[in-house]
């Protein structure tokens, strides 16, 4: 029997979350090595995400990754603000994080900013830092 579309709508939905086991990425040597989970899994996601241009891959949704490629030429004073907004947007669709702050900058050349952040994450605090070139 198929069921009807009052009983569809009227049925309770659960909704679960997937476990945050996944696999664990060496950075240095480039290889794959057991699994992390939660705040490591996390920290894991967030790296990803900060390397990973939007929309240039195909096998990413559109709401994965950061854009970065077009702040190369612009001026330090656009760029600051734009990478604040950029990196909290890109790093809030993962649902594992709360909200991303402390933003501080330093400038180790005239056309790159070093960014270290605060990201809370539903399993505690994370300092991050990534290189943007502009």
Known sequence: MIPSVEELLTTDLKIQEEAD????????????AGYSNEIKAVKQAIYKILNT???????????????????????????????????TEALLQDN???AVDTFEYEYPDKH??????????????TTEETEVTY
């Not at 854009?67 to 604040?84: A, K, M, R, T």
């Not at 790159?112 to 605090?125: I, L, R």
């Open 21 to 32: 086991k996944t696999y664990q990425m060496v950075i240095v040597p480039k290889r794959i």
């Open 53 to 87: 241009e939007r929309y240039r891959y195909i096998i990413y949704s559109w709401n994965y990754g950061i854009e970065l490629d077009d702040l190369i030429g612009q001026p330090v004073f656009y760029v600051v603000p734009e990478i604040e907004r950029r990196i």
């Open 96 to 98: 594992r994080i709360l």
């Open 112 to 125: 790159s900013v070093h960014v270290t952040f605060t990201a809370h994450t539903k399993y505690g605090d």
